[in-house]
């Protein structure tokens, strides 16, 4: 196939403008005098169009695909495209301020004029002003971007138009005339459509019962934008305080010691109950229904009430950690604090100091949250039977117990039970067979943790040696390797036990014959070799076990 020299350069500048996404200002001189090439920059980038030749402002086609990219650009276009009303319909589509740049014409053309407000309101600041004060062009505006109401068009003292507005915006309101602010109708569906439009009507309708009736029954806090008459008023108090019971704090001393309108606050927000006054605080019979719906009330009440069993077993069955607002006298009463701890076990810190030392209840605390271990007094960790239940809930709080408990074989197995890795706790216990059996058995790699001196016992190699997945490098190494083959070759046990005794014996004079540690060595080192492990480093479970190579006797 034969192409021409200007096919050839259209071509290759084609390809290689597509595969490497070049810019205009890249592209060389020769090439920027075809067509082809221009068009397939303008896709790429709109703005190419302020660069290319002048001829090509006048290009439909290519002013066209500039404006697919940058509606915008149509400001850069020829004096007849921006009067030919495809490309100005074209860039209206894309963005309605695009007709700023339309020829004057077509700004005046009602059709395109109400298609640009649609897509963006602020075009109608670009619009002959017998378009801006057409009715279904600024309610179109508006509908699209209410901030133009703020440019205070005459369209905006028609009340009808206004009216159609309102009803979609209430706030809207404040742009509108004070006279159509002082029109009841208007204000009326201004306030049913957001309540708080209120603030924006006239004085004389701000003290109008009715109007901020429905001002408030769209949004209780109308009642603040009212008259201050009003918060003397209990019709209009309660209706607010059922919306937003917070406003409490707002209303007269005389209302917040009515009881309707407490409770009315209360039900729709419990920290209303703050702003009570203290004879309804008091008042045993309201508070006895309401601990029962929300405990939380309790913290407001009167002292004396913190006394009252009547109100504060309730909110602690509902809330147990209402048993810090409790008396003393209640807080010191077992069955009531046994109560609370048995739903939630931090409660326990909000009993008497006498029971917060209680065995029986502080286990009991535990077996509902185990995680107050770490706070319970020192003497708890020394206690066996609390750490007990504590551990068997997390192993891992085996790091908290005190004193000799760390290595007590009952705790040590209810921990590593839970959880096999509080073994890294129980240092002291690492040459004890049944727990490294339990552990090895449960997560064979951390038989590495363990004494050579375990890892020699013929006993143990004997028990683990079944054990799937156990990392060999690991175990009695030579004499686990040895005994395996020996299973399959020596078929009386008998035999087999003593030969493996007899092999235990050899590979563990050989073992400390071939390292020998000082005394020195031992303490920089701190080697245990009854323990197996680094006191002051203590383990690692990623590292596993490394033998020091610098206390290797030479041979």
Not at 363 to 372: G, Q, S, V
Request: proline share 3%.
């Amino acid at each position: 196939m034969q192409f021409t020299l200007r096919q050839a350069r259209i071509r290759i500048a084609s390809t290689y403008i597509k595969v490497h996404n070049t810019q205009w200002k890249h592209i060389p001189q020769m090439y920027r005098d075809y067509e082809e090439i221009v068009l397939l920059c303008v896709a790429h980038s709109g703005f190419v169009l302020l660069d290319v030749l002048p001829k090509y402002r006048s290009s439909k086609k290519i002013v066209m695909a500039a404006i697919s990219n940058e509606p915008g650009i149509l400001k850069y276009a020829s004096d007849e495209l921006k009067a030919n009303r495809d490309v100005v319909l074209h860039a209206i589509n894309l963005w309605g301020g695009s007709i700023k740049y339309a020829s004057k014409e077509l700004r005046a053309d009602y059709n395109l004029a109400l298609k640009a407000v649609s897509n963006y309101g602020c075009a109608i600041t670009y619009l002959p002003e017998s378009l801006q004060n057409t009715p279904e062009i600024f309610i179109a505006a508006v509908c699209n971007d209410d901030t133009v109401l703020s440019e205070g068009y005459d369209i905006m003292h028609n009340r009808d138009v206004m009216h159609h507005i309102i009803a979609q915006n209430g706030l809207a309101l404040k742009y509108v005339s004070k006279i159509l602010q002082n029109d009841r109708d208007l204000v009326l569906t201004a306030v049913a459509q957001n309540g708080l439009a209120l603030q924006y009507a006239s004085k004389t309708l701000r003290g109008d019962k009715d109007v901020i009736l429905v001002a408030i029954k769209n949004n209780g806090k109308a009642v603040l934008n009212a008259h201050k008459k009003y918060r003397d008023d209990r019709d209009v108090v309660l209706a607010a305080v059922s919306k937003c019971g917070s406003l409490l704090q707002f209303v007269s001393d005389t209302l917040c010691d009515d009881r309707d309108v407490v409770l009315a606050a209360i039900n729709n927000d419990v920290y209303a109950g703050s702003w009570a006054s203290l004879r309804i605080l008091s008042d045993k019979e309201l508070f006895l229904g309401l601990v029962k719906q929300n405990p939380c009330v309790l913290k407001y009440v009167e002292p004396v009430l913190y006394d009252d069993a009547d109100i504060v077993i309730p909110a602690i069955k509902k809330d147990p950690r209402m048993l810090k607002y409790a008396s003393k006298r209640l807080r010191d009463d077992r069955d009531i604090v046994a109560m609370a701890v048995r739903k939630n076990g931090w409660a326990i810190f909000h009993a008497s100091k006498r029971l917060r030392n209680d065995e029986a209840l502080v286990i009991l605390a535990l077996k509902n949250k185990p995680t107050i271990f770490g706070n319970l007094p020192p003497h708890f960790r020394e206690c066996k039977n609390v750490v007990l239940v504590a551990v068997a809930k997390r192993g891992t709080y085996l790091n908290y117990v005190r004193g000799d408990l760390v290595n007590d074989r009952d705790i040590v197995l209810a921990a590593i039970k839970n959880n096999v890795n509080a073994i890294y706790y129980a240092k002291n216990m690492l040459n004890d067979m049944e727990i490294a059996l339990k552990v090895i058995t449960k997560k064979p790699t951390l038989i590495r943790i363990f004494t050579r001196t375990l890892k020699f016992n013929p006993e143990f190699v004997r028990r683990i040696v079944c054990i799937p997945n156990l990392p060999t490098q690991f175990a009695g190494d030579i004499v686990f390797q040895q005994y395996k083959v020996l299973m399959n070759v020596i078929p009386c046990p008998a035999i087999l036990d003593l030969v493996l005794s007899i092999l235990s014996q050899i590979e563990l004079r050989r073992y400390n014959r071939i390292i020998v540690y000082s005394d020195s060595d031992v303490e920089s080192a701190g080697y245990d070799e009854s323990a197996g492990y680094d006191e002051s480093a203590g383990y690692d479970e990623s590292a596993g076990y490394e033998e020091d190579d610098n206390n290797t006797a030479s041979s």
